[in-house]
């Protein structure tokens, strides 16, 4: 499958100290870490979780960006 993703079409969520989240048009997740690394440690946590209801189903990662599903939430930064 191919997917091509136009981050323009994307609405910007936020950002913190790991990188930045889009909601993208589909209704999917798009989390751009400023680090390779970390989104690949995010991804190994979430796929250890991915039994659990509780936790968002990773799609794919490519490089720093990780697709994954939308979990509708209230944000606790104040």
Request: glycine share 6%; net charge positive; charged share 30%.
């Amino acid at each position: 499958m191919r997917y091509i993703l136009n981050i323009k079409e994307c609405e910007f969520l936020g950002k913190g100290d790991e990188g930045a989240v889009y909601l993208t048009p589909e209704g999917f997740a798009l989390k751009i870490f400023y680090d390779k690394k970390k989104a690949e440690n995010e991804v190994a946590i979430l796929e250890k979780a991915s039994s659990s209801r509780f936790f968002p189903k990773v799609l794919f990662i490519a490089d720093n960006r990780v697709l994954r599903d939308y979990v509708v939430g209230v944000s606790i930064i104040l």
